[in-house]
C-alpha cells in the first residue's frame, strides 16, 4: 500500500514537472495569438434556441450551418482544431431542412419539436467517433486512411434528432490525454491561450 503511495506522489510530481516545461516552452515562443471577434450572434445561441429560431422560421438552417462554417474557416488557421468537414454536404442538408420547412407538407413546429428536437442544427463531433464516410484515425498514424462505412450510435442520435454534422475535431492518440496533439494532425491549441495546448 505504502509503495502505491508512494508511486502515485512521483507520477504527480513528474506530471507537474512536465506540465511546468511545456508551459515554460509555450510562453517563451511567443505572444499568444488572439482570435478573431465574434461578429454573428447566431454563433452564441445555444442548440436549442438555434433549433426553436429554425423551427419558427426566424433562421433558416443553411444560414446557421454557413455562420459555422465561416467561423470555422476563420479560426483554424489559428488553432487547429479541425481534421475533416463535410462542408458542402451540410449545407446541402440544411438546404433541405429549409425546403421541408418551406413546403405545403412541412411537419408543425411542435411535431418537430418533439420528433427531431435538434432540427437543422450543425454539430461537430471527435475524430475518434465514428462518422460514415469520414476519417476515423483517433489520432493515430496508422489509421490515417481509415474511413468509417456508417455512423457510431452517437451520431445516429443527433442525426435522427435532426443535428447536421460539419467536421471532425482534433484528439489526442486515442484520446488518452487532456490536450489535442498527435503526430497526425499536430495540436490545437487552447482557444482562450493560444501558447497554451
Same mark, same amino acid.
Given at each position: 500500500?505504502?509503495?502505491?503511495?508512494?508511486?502515485?506522489?512521483?507520477?504527480?510530481?513528474? &506530471?507537474?514537472?512536465?506540465?511546468?516545461?511545456?508551459?515554460?516552452?509555450?510562453?517563451?515562443?511567443?505572444?499568444?495569438?488572439?482570435?478573431?471577434?465574434?461578429?454573428?450572434?447566431?454563433?452564441?445561441?445555444?442548440?436549442?434556441?438555434?433549433? #426553436?429560431?429554425?423551427?419558427?422560421?426566424?433562421?433558416?438552417? &443553411?444560414?446557421?450551418?454557413?455562420?459555422?462554417?465561416?467561423?470555422?474557416? &476563420?479560426?483554424?488557421?489559428?488553432?487547429?482544431?479541425?481534421?475533416?468537414?463535410?462542408?458542402?454536404?451540410?449545407?446541402?442538408?440544411?438546404?433541405?431542412?429549409?425546403?421541408?420547412?418551406?413546403?405545403?407538407?412541412?411537419?408543425?413546429?411542435?411535431?418537430?419539436?418533439?420528433?427531431?428536437?435538434?432540427?437543422?442544427?450543425?454539430?461537430?463531433?471527435?475524430?475518434?467517433?465514428?462518422?460514415?464516410?469520414?476519417?476515423?484515425?483517433?489520432? #493515430?498514424?496508422?489509421?490515417?486512411?481509415?474511413?468509417?462505412?456508417?455512423?457510431?450510435?452517437?451520431?445516429?442520435?443527433?442525426?435522427?434528432?435532426?443535428?447536421?454534422?460539419?467536421?471532425?475535431?482534433?484528439?489526442?492518440?486515442?484520446?488518452?490525454?487532456?490536450?489535442?496533439?498527435?503526430?497526425?494532425?499536430?495540436?490545437?491549441?487552447?482557444?482562450?491561450?493560444?501558447?497554451?495546448?
Amino acid at each position: 500500500m505504502q509503495t502505491r503511495q508512494i508511486l502515485n506522489v512521483f507520477h504527480r510530481l513528474l &506530471e507537474l514537472v512536465v506540465r511546468g516545461i511545456f508551459l515554460l516552452v509555450a510562453y517563451i515562443s511567443g505572444p499568444a495569438e488572439a482570435q478573431p471577434p465574434i461578429k454573428d450572434l447566431t454563433l452564441l445561441h445555444s442548440a436549442t434556441t438555434l433549433a #426553436l429560431k429554425i423551427r419558427n422560421k426566424q433562421l433558416t438552417s &443553411e444560414e446557421v450551418v454557413s455562420s459555422y462554417i465561416e467561423r470555422i474557416k &476563420e479560426i483554424q488557421p489559428i488553432l487547429n482544431c479541425i481534421v475533416a468537414d463535410r462542408f458542402a454536404e451540410a449545407l446541402e442538408e440544411a438546404r433541405k431542412c429549409d425546403q421541408l420547412l418551406k413546403s405545403q407538407d412541412a411537419p408543425s413546429a411542435d411535431l418537430l419539436a418533439k420528433e427531431k428536437p435538434l432540427f437543422g442544427v450543425p454539430f461537430t463531433t471527435k475524430d475518434c467517433i465514428a462518422m460514415a464516410n469520414m476519417q476515423h484515425t483517433a489520432g #493515430l498514424v496508422i489509421r490515417k486512411n481509415i474511413v468509417a462505412n456508417r455512423d457510431a450510435e452517437a451520431i445516429k442520435l443527433m442525426r435522427s434528432a435532426g443535428a447536421i454534422p460539419l467536421a471532425l475535431t482534433n484528439v489526442s492518440e486515442l484520446a488518452m490525454w487532456w490536450e489535442s496533439s498527435n503526430c497526425l494532425f499536430g495540436t490545437t491549441k487552447n482557444p482562450y491561450n493560444t501558447r497554451v495546448f
